[in-house]
């Protein structure tokens, strides 16, 4: 309680910040980089550490005893969290060294496992599966130097050269194992449906055969075959997904429930690999030299120095030389244009709508206030006015229009009267207050408080906002612990089946519980024809069932709006796969050099 000496100090200030509003202070003066700023955050840390230390001293003891005492803690607060770290610069042409921020923390590296887009970004620059894409989104090899579709068969030839990190060589068998383990019911994988297209994948999901009935197989160390359940037009894009990628047994078996966890509990056979990982704050990955293309690499590390949420944070970081480049958000393209940054915009390829629970019990399973809901919605106005963000369109339905087997759907529009009809159907006993869940995102936030304010004022609906942090979020999607989850999805590979499959019933990724048989038919209709017409007319059946029963309500098809540093080259932006790819990057010395 009393401060005594240099090492009472520092001992007091590290109990300070291991505390809930000590933690939150200095988030504070970290999110802040000029000397103004430090010294405004360094007064409500003073305030703060003479509430903690000082509730036993006298006023005149916190004006001369704590004055030197706090004066020393906040010089050296300031050294500590103002000064640049070691690695600040966003660019280093001599050292090939980039570092940008993330909006979470990756919550799982085992590819098994993974189902969100930042362990996605990280996987794709250290693990490699059979193919990727080349920079201009065409089909180019992987760890397979050449492949054949024939019917229901495809066969690749590895790459001799493929190696992991340790040097281990690639096998065919380190492809089998992985898919027959993420097929596997006790793993529970929560993507073991994109594997229905191969023989006996569904069957062995279901429990009905046993994993090594997988029809994958290894013939010799360097040729891997795949006998498929149906001829499949996009099976080759299929392979490039993080579900495909290989897993070498041993390790595997070697590292138990810690495979993935930390950077010793994985091998690397990508570009890259993890050299290091701190849970919430950040990760390091430097060239991998075994990688079999490493020839195509510039970079030598990438750093993902910040971990946040904040939208401001992140561009004052772009600002600021700390991050080579920046995604904005509604707060800050206004802010960003203002300021003569080059925005730059992308169409991201995804959609976001917000899942329906249909569960049993749930306020959202009655289909009149699902209906009711839906007739509120007024899509265009949402994204001009919430989303705000250049790229962003109104979304009609959950096909986005850039497939090129779609036909785009109109915008939803506002039907008021039709909405209140509907909610007036409903028994009187019928719960009127739904649970919104999102993250922990301003953006998520936003629109949550957008939509609990409109269906209070067009249903009379009382809306409590569920926000969690994007590893909770998730839990708690998949347990359908919800009424209404605001949600996304972006394209697992360049068909419409990526989108359409969500909402079958044999997928652990539809977490509101939609049941249909008609569309469960439709999808296999989709997913078993190459013939246009057949797919075309499953689709029609899919969106016409969606529009009747609205398991989910659709807001708008993704774009980006970013900044990117001006000596940074040859990032790829991609609809399918890691965005943004790094794989092929380089900084360059001077802004004139191409």
């Known amino acids: ?219 010799g160390d360097h040729r891997l075959i795949v006998e498929l359940a149906f001829p499949c037009g996009f099976c080759l894009k299929l392979m490039i997904h993080a579900a495909f990628l290989p897993v070498n047994e041993a390790f595997h078996r070697a590292r138990s429930a810690r495979y993935g966890a930390a950077p010793g509990d994985l091998l690397y056979n990508g570009p890259f690999r993890l050299e290091s990982w701190t849970r919430g704050q950040g990760l390091t990955m430097v060239r991998n030299e075994t990688y079999w293309n490493d020839a195509q690499t510039h970079l030598n590390t990438i750093r993902v120095g910040y971990i946040t949420e904040d939208n401001r944070t992140r561009l004052n970081l772009f600002k600021d030389q700390r991050i080579a480049l920046v995604r904005l958000g509604t707060e800050t393209v206004q802010e960003a244009m203002t300021g003569g940054l080059r925005l730059r915009t992308f169409l991201s390829g995804g959609v976001a709508f917000m899942r329906l629970n249909l569960r049993e019990g749930r306020a959202t399973a009655h289909p009149a206030l699902r209906r009711a809901m839906r007739a509120t919605m007024d899509t265009e106005a949402f994204v001009n006015r919430v989303i705000a963000v250049p790229g962003y369109r109104p979304a009609g339905g959950l096909f986005p229009a850039w497939l090129s087997d779609i036909e785009p759907e109109a915008p939803l529009t506002l039907d008021l009267a039709g909405a209140k009809n509907l909610v007036a159907s409903l028994p009187d006993d019928e719960p009127r207050v739904l649970t919104l869940l999102t993250t922990t995102s301003p953006t998520g936030l936003r629109i949550a408080e957008y939509f609990q304010g409109h269906w209070k004022r067009t249903l009379g609906l009382d809306v409590k906002v569920d926000q969690q942090v994007f590893k909770q979020y998730l839990d708690k999607s998949q347990r359908g612990e919800f009424d209404v989850a605001l949600s996304s999805w972006y394209p697992d590979f360049d068909d419409v089946m990526t989108f359409a499959d969500l909402l079958a019933s044999w997928n652990a990724n539809n977490r509101g519980a939609y049941a249909s048989a008609e569309y469960d038919e439709a999808v296999r209709a989709l997913q078993r024809s190459i013939h246009p017409d057949e797919r075309a007319a499953a689709i029609e059946v899919m969106k016409r069932l969606i529009a009747a029963e609205v398991p989910v309500l659709p807001l708008a098809e993704t774009g980006s709006a970013y900044i990117q540093h001006s000596r940074l080259r040859g990032v790829v932006r991609r609809v399918v796969g890691p965005d943004p790819d790094y794989t092929l990057a380089r900084v360059v010395q001077n802004i004139g050099t191409a």
């Open 1 to 219: 309680s009393r401060i005594s000496g240099a090492k009472g100090c520092r001992a007091a200030f590290m109990q300070y910040c291991r505390s809930p509003v000590g933690n939150l202070v200095c988030q504070r003066i970290l999110n802040k980089h000029t000397v103004v700023a430090c010294r405004e955050a360094g007064r409500l840390l003073q305030s703060s550490l003479i509430r903690l230390l000082g509730k036993q001293m006298s006023r005149r003891e916190h004006q001369v005893g704590l004055s030197s005492a706090v004066t020393a803690i906040l010089v050296w607060v300031a050294m500590l969290m103002c000064a640049p770290p070691a690695y600040a610069d966003a660019v280093d042409a001599g050292a090939q060294s980039i570092t940008v921020a993330l909006t979470q923390d990756p919550p799982n590296l085992d590819s098994t496992r993974t189902v969100d887009l930042v362990s996605v970004f990280v996987l794709g620059h250290i693990q490699e599966g059979l193919l990727r894409y080349d920079r201009r989104g065409r089909v180019a090899p992987g760890v397979a130097q050449s492949w054949e579709l024939a019917g229901n068969r495809m066969s690749f030839e590895l790459n001799p050269a493929a190696r992991w990190h340790d040097g281990t060589p690639i096998t065919a068998h380190d492809f089998v194992y992985a898919w027959r383990l993420l097929v596997d019911p006790a793993s529970a994988a929560p993507y073991a449906s994109i594997m229905y297209p191969i023989k006996n994948a569904e069957e062995i999901q279901k429990g009905q055969l046993p994993p090594g009935a997988l029809g994958v197989r290894d013939e």
